[in-house]
């Protein structure tokens, strides 16, 4: 007779991974250097020293395969982790499914997403050198309020950029951030050269999330010993989210399971390459095969519409160059509810892992149909799915009903990166009936592509 598996897969403060995984170490291909921008030659980690605390730009480089988790981001871990593994027993009965649907949960901390497992290392590597402020951009909030908790706990001053359409729009999560103590600041603004620029000559611009990283950049490495911090696409995050895929692997063994799909949305692909990277280990190295996922939105479909190519990570072009998949720095998405996927390019791990092939597949999916998977997630397994999220809930939906098809008794792994609590009024705008599903024109997309600035002899 079988054992029923929990609803809830647990792991105890112990079994806290003590390591995190740099899926590089086992990569065959690398991927592509960064590019300094100055020299237009291959970047080295002194190059981003101006940028970022050196601990966190010798990870950007490292191909050590394990880095371990210092003792004061583990006791700050240990506060909201482990997360649990979830078996969606309504979620596989409602869908008449043979498939195995398990989803492993990073919204019960209070920013509400996996975006502080990432915001607390940087934030100590930054306090042991001795940096006085950190500066950071915020689009829709989430990695403005991890940031914000992780400099509180460490007691370093914090600037963010706010992204001003949301500064406007989403009062209540910027009061989290100035209850953490964060200034909170709307950008464009006057304190950077590039936001007057910007503001001299369209005073009415509601920012977006490159205006907002060329902002904090800018203050950054223009004001003595402070330092400028980034939640997504880099190496360096996407090793501190290794503990996603590290604590759901053996959350999974615990019960004899293994995930024949790894599903997670993909904004700049933290959350996904972390969720993978322990069953990217196992593919990697020839133990298992998993099949991969990325889910984007089809209004900023890098993968799926974008090109590999080097480019600028924001719009001032003041950011080294990464060889990923881009819609181009110049593409300004439409302002879909996902504010967490709209970004232009992805992480050069998975966007390498992609063109190889290792990656498996990638799907756009759209917006209605995502909330209509949010919905139907919520009701029946009881926890609001941030917008983000519910991508990645859709593609596990859409893919229980093609192992339903074929018969099959598939189990597949998704990640549920976060809680909907300050994304009501996405869901207002559902409940409304005014939401639609959007994507770009071929001319939106091949103009943002033909201005991706060509790199000599890359
Ligand atoms: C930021 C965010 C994402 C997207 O970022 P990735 O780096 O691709 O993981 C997804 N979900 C939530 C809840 C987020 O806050």
Not at 184 to 197: E, L, W
Not at 305 to 310: E, K, L, M, Q
Not at 411 to 430: R, V
Request: charged fraction near 20%.
């Amino acid at each position: 007779m079988s054992k029923k598996v929990p609803n809830r897969i647990l792991l105890t403060e112990d079994q806290i991974p003590k390591q995190w995984y740099n899926v590089r170490a086992d990569m065959k291909e690398q991927p592509d250097p960064y590019i300094n921008p100055g020299t237009m030659k291959p970047a080295v980690a002194e190059d981003f020293y101006p940028i970022f605390a050196e601990e966190l730009c010798r990870q950007e480089f490292t191909m050590e395969r394990y880095v371990d988790i210092p003792e004061e981001v583990l006791e700050y871990y240990k506060l909201y982790r482990p997360s649990p593994v979830i078996r969606a027993y309504n979620l596989e009965r409602l869908l008449d499914t043979p498939a195995k649907i398990y989803y492993k949960y990073e919204g019960s901390n209070t920013s509400g997403s996996h975006k502080l497992n990432s915001a607390v290392p940087q934030v100590y590597y930054n306090k042991k050198q001795g940096i006085a402020r950190i500066t950071t951009e915020t689009g829709a909030g989430q990695w403005g309020t991890a940031l914000s908790m992780a400099c509180a706990y460490f007691d370093m001053p914090l600037r963010i950029y706010m992204v001003k359409v949301s500064y406007e729009q989403k009062p209540y999560r910027k009061e989290v951030m100035h209850t953490y103590g964060a200034d909170v600041f709307p950008s464009p603004s006057d304190t950077t050269n590039i936001g007057r620029a910007i503001l001299a000559k369209d005073p009415g611009n509601t920012g977006s999330l490159g205006t907002a990283i060329s902002e904090a950049v800018e203050m950054a490495v223009s004001t003595p010993n402070t330092r400028y911090s980034l939640g997504s696409v880099l190496n360096q995050v996407l090793l501190h989210q290794s503990i996603i895929g590290m604590e759901a692997k053996t959350q999974l063994e615990m019960v004899d399971e293994y995930p024949d799909y790894v599903i997670g949305c993909s904004g700049g692909g933290s959350n996904l390459g972390g969720l993978m990277s322990a069953f990217m280990q196992d593919k990697l190295t020839g133990k298992a095969n998993a099949h991969f996922i990325a889910v984007e939105p089809s209004a900023c479909p890098s993968f799926t519409r974008g090109v590999y190519a080097y480019d600028f990570c924001d719009v001032g072009h003041i950011t080294p160059l990464a060889k990923m998949y881009t819609l181009g720095s110049s593409f300004i998405p439409t302002s879909i509810h996902a504010g967490g996927l709209r970004y232009h390019g992805m992480s050069p791990i998975l966007s390498k892992l992609y063109h190889d092939g290792i990656l498996d597949e990638a799907r756009a999916v759209g917006q209605k149909d995502v909330f209509d998977a949010a919905v139907l997630f919520a009701k029946h397994e009881s926890i609001l799915p941030a917008p983000e999220s519910a991508h990645a809930i859709k593609a596990a939906i859409d893919v229980a009903l093609e192992c339903k098809e074929r018969g099959e008794a598939k189990t597949i792994l998704f990640g549920l990166t976060g809680n909907g609590y300050f994304d009501l009024a996405a869901y207002a705008s559902y409940n409304s009936g005014s939401m639609e599903n959007y994507a770009p024109t071929d001319e939106d997309i091949e103009k943002g592509i033909s201005e991706i600035i060509k790199v000599p002899g890359l």
